[in-house]
């Protein structure tokens, strides 16, 4: 329901007249709330009057619960209102479908159950998923890729309901990051849609050619009749399915790439390379816990690698260090300097933490904590360009259990790069970074980033500077030397 629906439905709920309710809320007379109650208000009053009514009126949760759906689907509309809820299951990585015991039955009664338990003890196994986003196999595959040597291919075809395309995106996060896991995506026009046949592509089906434990080939279909339950069948030897099942592969884009893909030391250069190639003279909208390396000085960043873990003080690491340091330099001159906007926005408690100990969410593992004076240098530097750089935006979450410790970053004209906030970037122990360029979620995530967080969700200019003045106190009133 919108807020105008709500309205009429709280005044007969409590017994209010219009009028009632106009003076309980300190309105001069009961026409601000009749236009609310009819869609004639402005956005601004839809917003008031949906912050005064929980302090004139003792609201029960379900009341409240329902209030907020009625402002943003009010704000939004209702198409809108499901993007939004999408979009923050994806910020707060909530796993979707990850728990619900979907289950496949041979339409032969050969097998029953889950798929993990189905191919547990199959080998050489290779799936090739088709659309399939409201399944609940997700955390299967992510089990059965873990326990096996199983290959997923997905293929995804989005069209205009964006609603689809962001639960797709969210569903599939499980198994994002799997190695063995290749995204497709073929984008399709309504008018395309109506005009021609889809075939296969615009099924939710999962082809699935294995070694069984007695070492014969097979292949088995799946088509999902619901998020819980498939129907599968299953044949001796291994690709006709997939040759009766063919897709248009040569209109499907790469979806997810792994962006980073290097693992020796020697490769910190060139990862370091691309990084700054990715972030020059580009628009920024990010999102993470705290302070990242892009905003920190190279010297002092020098510095804590000289001194940290990584610290093999031969003529090879020096040599590295000296060219990585240059890099550094151009990234942060970049992150300052550069006449595009970068938006960054941070969790109170991990920033406070940062100011305290030195060490933030994704701290590399060869660098030691940064010192006290370093991190007062740090956080001067930010409070500088907040309040005095046009292009250079901090914001701090007002909730910061709004959001799951996630990094995640816009990068105008590339795609939005996902990483977890709690890595050390240890590149040989399998450090991943995956890049979504899927052009209707980078739009979708713009427009929540711009429209939502930073218009609902973030603190003011002003708010921000105080914060950043209160963690330099944390810092300057430390014990530390």
């Known amino acids: 329901m919108d807020i105008g629906t709500f309205t009429s439905k709280f005044m007969l709920e409590k017994k209010l007249t219009l009028q009632q309710l106009a003076s309980r809320m300190g309105y001069k007379s009961k026409t601000s709330v009749s236009r609310i109650i009819h869609g004639m208000a402005n956005q601004q009053s ?41 979009m923050w299951t994806f910020l707060r990585r909530k796993a979707v479908n990850d728990e619900s015991e979907a289950v496949v039955e041979e339409v032969a009664g ?33 089990s059965l890729m873990r326990k096996t040597d199983a290959q997923v291919d997905h293929y995804v075809t989005a069209d205009d309901d964006c609603v689809r395309t962001v639960h797709a995106i969210n569903a599939l996060m499980a198994i994002f990051y799997e190695k063995r896991y290749s995204g497709y995506l073929h984008a399709i026009s309504p008018k395309r849609d109506r005009a021609e046949p889809n075939g296969i592509s615009r099924a939710d089906v999962m082809l699935c050619e294995y070694t069984d434990s007695l070492g014969r080939e097979r292949e088995d279909v799946i088509v999902f009749d619901s998020d819980f339950h498939g129907f599968a069948q299953t044949r001796t030897g291994r690709g006709l399915f997939r040759k009766l099942y063919s897709l248009p592969e040569r209109e499907y884009t790469v979806f997810k790439r792994s962006y980073f893909e290097y ?24 999102i993470k816990p705290d302070i990242g390396v892009d905003y920190i000085s190279a010297d002092i960043l020098a510095d804590a690698v000289l001194e940290g873990p990584m610290s093999q003080k031969d003529g090879s690491f020096i040599d590295t260090i000296t060219q990585l340091k ?35 969410t994704d701290h590399f593992w060869g660098m030691r904590p940064f010192t006290k004076s370093e991190r007062i240098s740090i956080l001067n ?94 810092c300057e009133d430390s014990n530390e030397a």
């Open 263 to 286: 693992d020796a030391f020697e490769n910190y250069i060139q990862y370091s390379v691309d990084y700054a190639a990715l972030e020059y003279n580009r628009p920024i909208y990010k």
């Open 326 to 360: 240059s890099i550094y330099e151009k990234r942060t001159e970049d992150t300052y300097k550069k006449h595009k906007p970068s938006h960054v926005i941070y969790k109170q408690s991990a920033m406070k933490r940062f100011a305290q100990t030195g060490r933030t």
């Open 381 to 474: 530097q930010l409070l500088r360009h907040q309040k005095s750089n046009p292009y250079f935006h901090i914001y701090f979450l007002r909730d910061d259990d709004a959001m799951g410790d996630l990094e995640i970053a816009l990068y105008e004209g590339k795609g939005v790069l996902i990483l977890d906030a709690n890595t050390d970037y240890d590149l040989a122990r399998g450090h991943a970074e995956a890049m979504i360029t899927h052009q209707e979620f980078i739009r979708l995530f713009k427009e929540f980033y711009l429209e939502t967080l930073l218009q609902h969700n973030v603190t003011t200019q002003v708010e921000t500077t105080r914060l950043l003045i209160e963690m330099i106190h944390l």
């Open 110 to 142: 050969e097998f029953y159950g889950r798929i993990d338990d189905i191919y547990a003890s199959a080998s050489d196994i290779r799936v090739t998923l088709i659309n399939c986003p409201y399944a609940g196999i997700y955390g299967q595959l992510k």
């Open 46 to 86: 839809v917003e008031n009057f949906a912050r005064l009514l929980p302090e004139r009126f003792e609201l029960t949760d379900s009341e409240a619960k329902e209030l907020s759906e009625s402002l943003q689907i009010t704000l939004f509309g209702r198409r809108g209102y499901m993007v939004q809820q999408e």
